[in-house]
């Protein structure tokens, strides 16, 4: 298994911006594909952006042009920078991690960082 750990979130101003951070180790693959997720209160968990080795990435519609995910492979981190941050951004956000070839393998997560938007 893959061991996460975040770092970055806290509270901000509407308009303002974070960057989260996460540090992964173990058993890591080229094929895997690392992700951020995030879950607000009363909602169900969605997910924010993927990425993999290579660089190909997804996003969540209501994040494009506001966040940008990104991975420096020969450090494991996984990064994403939020801009013009919504209220509506508030949510527990979550590193992951998916072993797209090796089904066989679970997904890891990290514990979750708080980030709180508000005036």
């Known amino acids: 298994q893959v061991q996460l750990v975040e770092s970055g979130g806290g509270v901000v101003q509407p308009g303002g911006s974070l960057r989260l951070s996460c540090a992964a180790s173990?058993?890591?693959?080229?094929?895997?594909?690392m992700g951020w997720y995030r879950q607000a209160l009363g909602k169900e968990r969605e997910l924010v952006g993927t990425i993999t080795r290579s660089g190909y990435m997804i996003s969540l519609d209501s994040v494009k042009g506001r966040f940008t995910i990104s991975r420096d492979n020969a450090k494991n981190m996984l990064y994403l920078q939020m801009n013009n941050l919504k209220s509506e951004d508030t949510a527990v956000y979550y590193c992951?991690?998916?072993?797209?070839?090796?089904?066989?393998?679970?997904?890891?997560w990290g514990q979750g960082t708080q980030v709180t938007v508000s005036s």
């Open positions: 173990g058993r890591l693959f080229n094929s895997d594909t």
């Open positions: 992951n991690v998916r072993h797209t070839y090796y089904r066989g393998l679970p997904d890891s």
